[in-house]
């Protein structure tokens, strides 16, 4: 089936440089999109989303970029601080009909040096 | 607080049993999920049901079942077909609503057989 993946397991920043996580979709019917955060043992948080009829969405320290075109999706974290360090991951769902659940990526692990 | 409570946080089993793991939420949500993760790995879908009284398998079905009697419950049972079953489970709950399909995640139960 279908699926999102990411392409770097593990990121090292340092503290107060901006971050990049990536990742690449497959569907092409997907509508709306999460990039999640887990801490280790626990669940995972929501960070931010979008919705396919847009490019980039901003909150409060992260932006999330789409590009449709290549099936793309990328979460920038500033002036990223050791309470960043986590796995981060890309979701993505479908809502035509037959509405099915979220799709996680593998995830990649952000690791922030002081 | 409005949420989702997954228990027992820490689970052992012995090879041959059947376990079963709860998952509420009193967020008035419709639809619910159960998620797998393996160490390093991303969330792989066994289980989600959108409606009560109706549930679909997820990409991992094998070896687990589920019911959903109750809006509020959705509880997983790891069955002895199931041949590795140690693993990080995560219960999910989204609204039906269109416009909001955030998916809020409990906080675990960490399966381990003995």
């Known amino acids: 089936g279908e699926s999102v993946g990411l392409h770097l397991p593990t990121l090292s920043v340092q503290e107060g440089d901006n971050s990049i996580i990536n990742c690449a979709y497959s569907?092409?019917?997907?509508?709306?999109f999460i990039w999640y955060k887990q801490e280790s043992g626990k669940g995972p948080q929501f960070i931010i989303d979008?919705?396919?009829?847009?490019d980039k969405r901003q909150g409060q320290r992260v932006t999330v970029l789409l590009n449709k075109t290549v099936k793309h999706l990328s979460l920038q974290i500033a002036a990223t601080q050791p309470g960043d360090s986590a796995v981060y991951f890309c979701?993505?769902?479908?809502?035509?009909?037959?509405?099915?659940?979220?799709?996680f990526g593998s995830g990649t692990r952000l690791q922030v040096q002081p | 607080d409005g949420g989702i409570t997954q228990s027992p946080k820490y689970l052992f089993r012995k090879e041959g049993q059947n376990v079963t793991l709860s998952c509420e939420q009193n967020l008035n949500h419709d639809a619910m999920y159960w998620y797998r993760q393996d160490p390093g790995q991303g969330l792989r879908l066994i289980y989600y049901?959108?409606?009560?009284?109706?549930?679909q398998k997820g990409d991992i079905a094998e070896g687990y079942s589920v019911s959903r009697e109750k809006k509020e419950s959705f509880p997983l049972t790891v069955t002895s077909a199931q041949k590795n079953p140690t693993a990080f489970y995560l219960c999910?709950?989204?609204?039906?609503?269109?416009?909001?399909?955030?998916?809020?995640f409990g906080q675990g139960t960490r399966l381990t057989v003995v």
């Open positions: 999910a709950s989204i609204t039906g609503g269109a416009s909001d399909t955030e998916a809020f």
């Open positions: 979008i919705r396919s009829n847009m």
């Open positions: 569907n092409s019917a997907s509508d709306y």
């Open positions: 049901s959108q409606i009560v009284n109706d549930f």
């Open positions: 979701a993505e769902n479908f809502e035509g009909t037959g509405r099915r659940a979220l799709t």
